[in-house]
């Protein structure tokens, strides 16, 4: 580890320049770096599990440091990467979806239930 | 087949490469994944928000067409869509910071170490701190890189080079390349098929950062002297010592302005920029230009790689959505540059035939994405315009 320096501390410094607001309440621009962060963090730990077992299958026993030094193979390698993009595609749902639905002006249920009273 | 990043443990070591823990790469290949997402994915999303529902209210308001691309910016930041989408992105250029930073301070003991085994006495590497950093590289951190690339966390370290090369991959989902190098090699390849037996004897990279583009340069003519030039000296360190370990023994890396280059008149064959000059400014950019064709040889090449400039031929709509990084990745350069007329100021400097031919990253396309096959990352694939001009010999 680095000494001298406090690294995590300094990791996160912010970047000079005004950070624009993309919502009109900070609490939201705030909550949203939460969630990607977790976002992240969770496939993360997903990819670290994903390790886990491809060493298990191949040694049946796993040390800590077998785990850091994993390597996939390039077929392990896009599985893993099939993993992370059926996972965003599930987190990031809403926001697909609703570029989907701007394609196609759609009445409201309510409106196209009362039609359907009256068919 | 699904189309994914290749992970980020299949980009090539160097000697200054940080030494990823399991959870730092795949982090980084998250982000990969989630860029991907955010371009190919989804980034058409501003294309039906703006035809669907920005436009028409725009016309709705005004009885008229929106006139630039600012004023389809200022539409479009009102649109919730697009702002979630925003949001997103800058979220993950400011993730790729910070986990680029994590990783490479809690080892910058190990990489200031290595990077002093290869730069200790070296004649290769000349730091001048003499120079300043120019105003243009000050006002704001550079794309959210905290410190920019002149920063230091400590007098002489190589942070700044060390976490702005390795994020580069997170951020184009390896478009760059095993060493990030995509660029440099296209631009070998450009000048072979060019000018085949083409041996230029000196070539001069004006804001070489950590020299990922010129290093392929270098070992392409291991007979040419090669000079890389930037203001920032934390990059240069950290540019000379990964060269050193790449065996790029004829490049030199010198801390100095482009827009005071110290070498004679005529002294260069071939004077490159690679995606620098819309980190200047409006009076840097022209001197720059002025200076590289002073000491550009008489029939030499000036060459510059650029994302595209916006030209009445461009839609408004494209031109605004490649304007994105200039407000929300801080590139405060990037929308003036790019609607200069770059032909024009270099026929204004001295060189009166100017062409501009399409260049892509050349990378290893069994392990790295083919760009001519990636959906536009409007202003962040590894496509190109090079605009490039011999100079007159009379």
Known sequence: MTEGIDWIDRAGARAKGKRPAYFDAPEQDRTLSIVLALVAEVSALRERLDTVERLLDTNGTIRRGDIEAYVPDAAAGRERGVLVKAYIARVMRGLTQEMEAMATPEPSVEQVSRELRDL | ?394
């Open chain 2, 1 to 394: 087949m699904t189309d994914v990043p290749p992970p980020y443990t299949a980009v090539a070591r160097h000697g200054m490469s940080p030494t990823p823990d399991h959870d730092e790469a795949a982090r980084f290949n998250f982000l990969a994944g989630f860029n991907k997402y955010l371009s190919a994915g989804i980034g058409g999303g501003n294309a039906r928000t703006y035809a669907t529902r920005v436009l028409p209210g725009f016309v709705a308001e005004h009885a008229r067409e929106p006139a630039d691309r600012f004023e389809i910016r200022r539409a479009m930041n009102r649109d919730p869509w697009h702002r979630f989408w925003s949001a997103c992105k800058r979220n993950s250029m400011e993730m790729r910071q910070h986990n680029g930073r994590q990783m490479v301070l809690r080892q910058l003991d190990e990489l200031d170490g290595r990077a002093a085994q290869y730069n200790a006495g070296r004649a290769t590497l000349v730091l001048d701190p003499a120079v300043e950093v120019p105003r243009y590289q000050r006002a704001v951190d550079i794309h959210c890189m905290p410190g920019s690339y002149h920063g230091e966390e400590r007098a002489g370290d190589v942070s700044a080079g060390a976490n702005y090369d390795c994020g580069i991959f997170a951020t184009t989902g390896g478009g760059l390349g095993a060493l990030n190098d995509g660029g440099g090699a296209a631009l070998v390849e450009w000048a072979r098929r060019e000018r085949p037996g083409w041996q230029p004897q000196r070539i001069l990279d004006i804001g070489a950062t950590v020299g990922h583009n010129i290093v392929p340069l270098a070992l392409a003519f291991p007979d040419a002297e090669i000079i890389a030039i930037d203001t920032a000296a934390p990059v240069l360190r950290y540019g000379h010592a990964r060269a050193q370990s790449l065996g790029a023994a004829n490049l030199r890396f010198v801390q100095m302005s482009g827009e005071a280059i110290g070498f004679p008149d005529g002294y260069f064959d071939w004077v490159q920029t690679t995606m620098f000059l819309h980190e200047l400014s409006g009076t840097a950019l022209p001197r720059v230009i002025a200076e590289g064709v002073r000491v550009l040889k008489p029939g030499g090449l000036m060459l510059h790689l650029e994302q595209p400039q916006y030209s009445d031929e461009m839609p408004l709509y494209e031109q605004f959505i490649r304007d994105w990084d200039a407000f929300n990745n801080n590139e405060p350069f990037w929308s003036a540059m790019h609607g200069l007329d770059l032909k024009k100021v270099m026929r204004d400097a001295g060189l009166p035939d100017v062409f501009v031919t399409g260049v892509r990253a050349v990378v290893d396309e069994s392990v790295f994405p083919d760009q001519s096959k990636q959906v536009e990352d409007h202003g962040r694939a590894a496509v190109w315009n090079a605009y490039g001009a011999w100079k007159p010999t009379a």
